[in-house]
T-cell receptor, first 115, second 116 residues
Framework: SAVISQKPSRDICQRGTSLTIQCQVD?????MFWYRQQPGQSLTLIAT?????????ESGFVIDKFPISRPNLTFSTLTVSNMSPEDSSIYLC????????????FGEGSWLTVV | AQKITQTQPGMFVQEKEAVTLDCTYD???????LFWYKQPSSGEMIFLIY??????QNATEGRYSLNFQKARKSANLVISASQLGDSAMYFC?????????????FGAGTRLAVHP
């Protein structure tokens, strides 16, 4: 199965600042996905990160708030900009492992607390 | 619209017994996939089991099995011989295979507590 590493695993951030989360996969993948999980809630897709093109954002999420980079087929970053306490969430990166029947795997998650 | 419903906010089970976590889904697609994930308090999402819409056999992975009833649009997770380490949140998710995307829609989750 694909091995996905995220950094940071946890962070406490001041409101108004920005933080970039990194996602590294041990194999090349076409698409990477970023999800948000607010406290006590389920997961919601933020955007799909495509290599070589702009990310595709879901309804309710915008590029100015969540800019995404995808410089190659094994790496992506998600930035949470101008943070407010409402951005306190777990942010998870995921990929589809084509060698495993397109099973979808997740990174360990990045816990952000905005104070 | 695609939807996943998990009607059990919380469940508890005695250690070594079996437990069934319910999941129903709604989609107009013929080709789709259903996943179950475990989320312990650490926050990671651990893949447990997958069922494709065209799979005729119910999926099994060790102590996990998926009771797939296509006509009822249900994909319940059965955990046999529960262990204390099974205490976690469990999420059912659906992927629609049309369009070549692999994004998931998640249910609200079920919190499972295993009692000794």
């Amino acid at each position: 199965s694909a091995v996905i590493s995220q950094k940071p695993s946890r962070d406490i951030c001041q409101r108004g600042t920005s933080l970039t989360i990194q996602c590294q996969v041990d194999s090349q993948v076409t698409m990477m996905f970023w999800y948000r999980q607010q406290p006590g809630q389920s997961l919601t897709l933020i955007a799909t990160a495509n290599q070589g093109s702009e990310a595709t954002y879901e309804s309710g999420f915008v590029i100015d708030k969540f800019p995404i980079s995808r410089p190659n087929l094994t790496f992506s970053t998600l930035t949470v900009s101008n943070m407010s306490p409402e951005d306190s969430s777990i942010y998870l990166c995921s990929v589809a492992d084509h060698s495993a029947g397109n099973t979808i795997y997740f990174g360990e998650g990045s816990w952000l607390t905005v104070v | 619209a695609q939807k996943i419903t998990q009607t059990q906010p919380g469940m508890f089970v005695q250690e070594k017994e079996a437990v069934t976590l319910d999941c129903t889904y709604d989609t107009s697609d013929q080709s789709y996939g259903l996943f179950w994930y475990k989320q312990p308090s650490s926050g990671e999402m651990i893949f447990l089991i997958y069922q494709g819409s065209y799979d005729e056999q119910n999926a099994t992975e060790g102590r996990y099995s998926l009771n797939f009833q296509k006509a009822r649009k249900s994909a319940n997770l059965v955990i046999s011989a529960s262990q204390l380490g099974d205490s976690a949140m469990y999420f059912c998710a659906m992927r629609e295979d049309s369009g070549g995307y692999n994004k998931l829609i998640f249910g609200a989750g079920t919190r499972l507590a295993v009692h000794p």
